[in-house]
């Protein structure tokens, strides 16, 4: 349906509080008891009250040791409160006997690190884990055992119970009652084997692995022992595992809509074929006793050989927003910090019966945080919502979630404005998302609002408003702080400061849309806002605006962001207390509490100061700085040989070209990398590589060391990740893209594909890109 829809209709909805009573299911009350952490059936508790955990995917095995600390702390910065990591069995075991569990494979110094940075962990112990890991992260030698795989054979059992069991030795008193590990899966996208879950349970219980949440994917369908594991959920708005040539699929489609629909048959269903019994035809809603959670929204997505997704920031967080709209109680990304795999043939692909190649190395995934460490647009869009859960979790969280009376008709809807609201029948926040990839949704004209609360209806703004497309936002109904109610706004709450007392409400404009505020009759409010009558105030803001509302009972102070300046804003949780930065590069907290960060040039940062109400500068301290960027040299060794338009399929896709086609067909360059500088010096030095291709890798001192399939974005690398040193001989290699490959690549790519008569082979550039890093100049 692409119909119009008529400007002075009312966007109304009905409260409807929770269906049942809260109940308090035995995982985490009565069994594997925590100091922090239960569940309940309508949320989850933290130090005794309603809370809205944030968990990121980051594989502690595809990062270099060193980056681990940087990674979290930026993730930390990011408001992620809770590391999920696989533990592939493969990276640690990939000969029978010979174990390694030191350097990046030591799982306790990386659960002992979040514990130190004040992060708590979920372990995604397998056995079998997928993360687009050769075998699903099994050795070869126990992908080839005589077993019944992933099921209650004994002579599996036997094994899986020698894994938990060296996994419990590593873990040995980090997990218990007062540890950070709160949550183990067991498993991934199992379908059809719950008692093979609860006999994994069993086990890892009796290894010494425990938590107060053990959780289950549940989407396809999957059959889990709900008594035993928390339901758990994801969401991607496209995927590397569908056809080349196929259209956007519904099953991406529809997390760009507001829906209590928590399953997704699409996620895994290039394996389900493989697993006899499952069903991916009927979707189920999580368990009356726990709450929807989520463990794999997409926080970019992988690249595979024949179909190779950029999602932009806006489609990262569009879901997001979403699933906090449809009632989440637990946001979950998948990845939030992308890596590199450990060694070359440790990932999935076509050689192991997978349908589909992946890169040999490459898992940047589009992750918020790249493999470099570079921050992708998604970084802010979704540190923005992560303030908010911070900020207003503990109300939000006891929030039930509210369709509204007239929703889209189906995922070709573009019409139908798509929205939700959480309410606890007296406030409530109002959620949109109009933003969609590949499809554009127009602008949607004349959007005003009726709520029908326990208390009153409330309809607002006091005019209908137009909603542009893109706009992703949160807006509050009955808001109360600091004694003021706000009744309304068309702005975003951010957070909430507090100084000496004093409260200061935070709230971010929409693009497009200028921010109007209604309080409570008797407020009086002081600062540049317009009257509209009924107690209702337009506000431009073109700049940071501060207000300050006062009624008999309290007073509250009000800061505007732009649109513009929001996705700069970091919410720190410093010594002093929640603190709120400008920055449009990363920025975290160090060890001794200090404001630190990077900066491409010349750091500019600015802290919110409640008096007098204003940003100030930073003073900043360096160790030098380094020229941001330097073009790189570079000489053409060998130019590209003629390549066939197919390399081999399985199942119908396109297979990779491998080592021999590559070496014998790219062309050849050699990077003339500066001695000293950049690739010496302190802070990260990347290199970056604007390309176009096939497949390109890099080569170090004769060794290739990284790899890319072509999507159209920047090849980004951490040199000394890679093993670049000064005076290392470091080649590109890039096979040309023929013209009549079956890949999919984004539309702006292929526009790039259409534009060359025949193969496509390009080197734009190539960048010394070094950041610098600062701290916060002592007083």
Known sequence: MTG?????????????????????????????????WRLTSHYLERDGGPYIPVSGEIHFSRLPRNRWEDRLRLTKAGGITVVACYIFWIHHEPVQGELRFDGNLDVAAFVRLCAALDLDVVLRIGPWAHGEARNGGFPDWVQAADVGHRTNDPAYLALVERWFNLIGAQLNGLTGPGSNVIGIQLENELYDQPGHITELKRLARASGITAPIWTATAWGGADLPLED?????????????????????????????FSHQWDDPGIGADLREHFSGAEASAPRSPSELYPPATCELTGGMATAYQRRPWPSGKDVAAVANNKIGSGSSWQGY???????????E?????????PNDLPAFDY?????????????????LLRR????LAAFGELLAPMPSTLPDRVPSGVEDSATLRWALRSDGNSGFVFITWHQPHIPLPEYSGAQFRLDLDVETVTFPAAPVDVPAGTIAAWPVNLEIGGVRLLWATATPLTVLDADGSATLVLAAEEGIEPQLCFQEGTVLEGPATALGGNAYVIAASAPVTLAAATPTGSLAILMLPAVLADQ???????CGRELVLSADPVWLDAGGRLSGRSGGTPAVRRYSPEPGCFEDVAVETEGLEPARLAVPVELVRSAQAVPAFFGSLAGRAGAPDDAAISHSAAVYRLELPTAGPTTGGGLAELEVAWAGDVARLVVDGRVVADRFWDGSPWILETSDVGIQPGSDVVLQILPLPKAAKVGVPAPAQLRRDAVDGDLLALDSVQMVHWTEWREARA
């Not at 409807?16 to 809260?22: T, Y």
């Not at 998948?334 to 070359?344: D, E, L, R």
């Not at 919502?385 to 908010?388: C, K, S, T």
């Open 4 to 36: 119009q829809h008529t400007a002075l209709e009312l966007l109304t909805a009905v409260h409807r509080p929770f269906a049942g009573r809260r109940q308090l299911p035995a995982m985490s009350n009565t069994e594997d008891v925590h100091n922090r």
């Open 229 to 257: 594991v928390l339901p758990v959920f994801g969401g991607y708005g496209d995927g590397f595992w569908v056809d080349a040539e196929a259209p956007w699929d519904p099953t991406f489609r529809q997390h760009y809509l």
């Open 334 to 344: 998948y990845m939030f910090a992308g890596g590199m795999n450990p060694g070359p």
């Open 346 to 354: 440790l990932q999935e692909s076509q050689a192991t019966g997978y």
């Open 364 to 380: 940047d995934f589009h992750a918020p945080i790249g493999a470099s460490g570079r921050l992708a647009q998604s970084f802010g």
């Open 385 to 388: 919502q992560h303030a908010f």
């Open 569 to 575: 804003t970091w919410v720190l949780d410093t010594s």
